[in-house]
C-alpha cells in the first residue's frame, strides 16, 4: 500500500531527540544556568576581536577547508594539520564517523553512562546500538570487549565521561585498544580533555599517532567558551580524515567561527586562567556538597554529578525544582538513566556558594523558597 506522505525510515523515528539542558529561570529570578558545562569565564576577549572582525565579511563563503584553523591546532599539539578536519562541534564529528562507519544492522559500542549522541548518532544511519555496564559510574574495559561482536564497526569512548566526570587511565584505553579487531573504529571522544590534571590521562594523540584504527574528537564548546559557534574538530590517521572530508559538508565551519577558534588557541593566559579556576571550584563544591550527605561522584572534568538517595526522602526531581526556584538551572540525567542524580556545572565563585546554599536549605527540609 503507498503512504500518503514521505516516511522517514524507522529507525529514524526511533531515535529520542537530544534534549539540551534547561536555560530559563521563573519570571523575576536572577538566571543562573549551570546546565550545559559551560565556562564561567567566557570566551577569549581576542576571540571575541577576532570574531567580531569577520562582520563585514559575512557574504563570502568560508574556507572549505578550515585551513588556517587546522594549521593553528596543529601548531597547538604539534600535529600534522593534513590529519585534521574540524566540523560544526564535536557532535557533527561523531555523526560523520557514524555515516562513515556504520550501516545498516553494523553495531557502534559505548559505555552505559557514554554521551547521548553516541545513540542517535548509531541509529540515525541504521547501525545498531551496543551499551557496555558501567563499574562504579566509570567504563569498564572488560565490558566494553565482551560486548564487541562480529558486527562492531565502532567504539565511542568520553574520556572523561560526560555526565558523569569520570576517566580511564592512559593504560586503561591502551589496553581496550589493543583488544580490539584492527577493522574497529575506537572514537576517542575528550571533550574535556583541558580540564583533566591527571599523570595518568592521555587525551588519545599519541594513540592515534601510533595507530591506524584511533580517532580523537575535541570541542572548541567548553574550556574555550565557544559553543555558540559550534566549533569542535578530529584527528586520525590519513585514511579516516580522507573518508570524513568526502562526506562532511563543504563549508561546515563558518568564517567567524575558524577566525575566533585561531585566536582563542593562541590565547593561553585565558585558558590557565579557566583551568585555575576549575581546580579551585571543582573540589570545593564537591566537598562542600558531599558534607550534606549527597553522592558526588570524582570528576576530573567541570561538572559533578550528584545523587540524591532516595531513602532521605529528598529526591533529584524534587531537589530540581527547589533549586530552579532560586534560578539556579541544573541538568537532570534521567535520559541517561540517572534519574537520582542532577549534573552541575562549575559556575562562577558566586554560583557555587549559592548552590551549596540552596542545597543546604534543601536537604534541611527548608519551605520551597
Known amino acids: 500500500m503507498t503512504a500518503l506522505r514521505p516516511q522517514p525510515r524507522p529507525a529514524v523515528l526511533a531515535i529520542e531527540a537530544y534534549v539540551p539542558g534547561k536555560s530559563a ?5 536572577t538566571l543562573h544556568k549551570l546546565s550545559s558545562n559551560e565556562t564561567p569565564l567566557g570566551p577569549s576577549p581576542k576571540a571575541i576581536a577576532a570574531y567580531q572582525a569577520t562582520a563585514d565579511k559575512l557574504e563570502l563563503y568560508p574556507d572549505g577547508s578550515a585551513t588556517k ?7 597547538r599539539y604539534g600535529l600534522d594539520p593534513a590529519r585534521i578536519v574540524c566540523g560544526a562541534g564535536s557532535d557533527e564529528i561523531l555523526n560523520l564517523i557514524a555515516h562513515a562507519y556504520i550501516g545498516p544492522g553494523d553495531e ?7 554521551f547521548l549522541v553516541y545513540k542517535i548518532a548509531i541509529t540515525g544511519c541504521g547501525g545498531v546500538p551496543v551499551v557496555a555496564k558501567e563499574r562504579n559510574n566509570t567504563a569498564d574495559v572488560d565490558a566494553l570487549l565482551a560486548a564487541v561482536t562480529p558486527r562492531t564497526k565502532v567504539v565511542f569512548l568520553a574520556n572523561p565521561n560526560n555526565p558523569t566526570g569520570t576517566y580511564l587511565p592512559f593504560d586503561q584505553v591502551k589496553r581496550l585498544h589493543a583488544g580490539l579487531r584492527p577493522d574497529i573504529l575506537l572514537v576517542l571522544d575528550a571533550a574535556y580533555a583541558e580540564y583533566v590534571k591527571r599523570n595518568d590521562y592521555e587525551s588519545g594523540i599519541e594513540l592515534v599517532a601510533t595507530s591506524d584504527n584511533v580517532v580523537m574528537a575535541r570541542t572548541f564548546s567548553k574550556i574555550y567558551g565557544l559553543a555558540g559557534l559550534r566549533l569542535g574538530w578530529a584527528y586520525g590517521p590519513a585514511h579516516v580524515i580522507d573518508a570524513l572530508n568526502r562526506i562532511r559538508g563543504p563549508f561546515n565551519v563558518s568564517s ?8 582563542a588557541l593562541k590565547d593561553g593566559a585565558h585558558l590557565d586562567a579557566a583551568v585555575a579556576h576549575n581546580e579551585t571550584w571543582l573540589p570545593w563544591a564537591a566537598k562542600e556538597i558531599a558534607a550534606l550527605g549527597l553522592k558526588v561522584t570524582p570528576s576530573v572534568g567541570n561538572f559533578l554529578l550528584i545523587e540524591f538517595p532516595r531513602e532521605k526522602g529528598r529526591t533529584a526531581a524534587e531537589a530540581d525544582a527547589f533549586l530552579t526556584r532560586r534560578g539556579l538551572i541544573l541538568r537532570a540525567v534521567g535520559a541517561y538513566g540517572l534519574p537520582d542524580c542532577l549534573r552541575l556545572t562549575i559556575g562562577s565563585a558566586e554560583q557555587m556558594k ?6 543546604t536549605d534543601f536537604m534541611s527540609g527548608a519551605p520551597r523558597a
Open 354 to 359: 549559592l548552590v551549596v546554599a540552596a542545597l
Open 69 to 75: 584553523l587546522r594549521q593553528a591546532i596543529g601548531e
Open 108 to 114: 557502534g559500542l559505548y559505555s552505559e553512562y557514554g
Open 25 to 29: 529561570a521563573p519570571a523575576g529570578v
Open 256 to 263: 567567524s567561527a575558524i577566525e575566533a577558534g585561531v585566536a
